[in-house]
């Protein structure tokens, strides 16, 4: 008699019926697959709105982060302190990242690239009270998990989008920045924001709409 093997890795729902000696009869397989968080697929986002009150573990993209934000130089989470989110009058809930306790002030991400071939990191950003160009912070990557780290761009004054009382509206509107970071894909790739260390307790960054972009 015919015998028919199907291999099937992944989830969902399928069905299969076989057909007696006659092609022209036999039914249509449609199988539909999806990732849900990183490792080898077609692709996706890893994205955070800032939207989850007092959490660092918003997750709004396709597939899902491998850790929440992680504070540098601080410990005090996400309702106080220098990095916090903060909700913004006329833009709604944004991360800020502000002084230079330590040498540098910041917070940190994780996801899994791995499996694909491309790979891109963008976000809002308004600054506040960024002097001169002594004041920045940088946006750095790790494909290691943090144990190094390469500086793939740098937000800089002098300028400001943002009211440096942070008590009114921005006074412009935010600024949108894009890296490619294919050369950081790996199982545990990293995103960090760390200020310099001439950054003061009144110089900070907001960041919102932050997504790493992965595809093949």
């Known amino acids: 008699g015919n015998a028919l093997v199907l291999i099937v890795s992944g989830s969902g729902t399928r069905t299969a019926e076989a057909y007696d000696g006659d092609p022209a009869g036999a039914p249509e397989l449609h199988v539909e697959y999806g990732g849900g968080g990183g490792g080898a697929g077609g692709g996706g986002t890893f994205r955070d709105e800032f939207n989850t009150a007092e959490s660092y573990a918003g ?119 894009t890296f490619d970071i294919s050369a950081f894909i790996a199982p545990h790739t990293r995103i960090r924001f760390l200020t310099s260390p001439n950054m003061g307790g009144a110089d900070f960054v907001y960041f919102d709409d932050v997504e790493i972009t992965i595809g093949n």
């Open 59 to 177: 997750s709004d993209g396709t597939l899902t982060w491998a850790t929440p934000w992680l504070e540098i130089n601080e410990s005090d989470g996400p309702a106080s302190g220098d990095e916090l989110l903060r909700n913004v009058p006329a833009i709604g809930r944004v991360l800020r990242v502000r002084d230079n306790d330590g040498g540098g002030d910041g917070v940190q991400r994780e996801a899994d690239l791995s499996g694909h071939t491309s790979s891109t990191l963008s976000f809002l950003y308004w600054r506040g009270g960024l002097d001169n160009a002594s004041d920045y912070v940088t946006v750095d990557v790790s494909s290691n998990g943090g144990s190094s780290w390469t500086e793939v761009g740098r937000i800089t004054g002098p300028g400001s989008e943002a009211d440096p009382e942070e008590e009114d509206p921005p006074e412009a509107p935010a600024r949108t920045a």
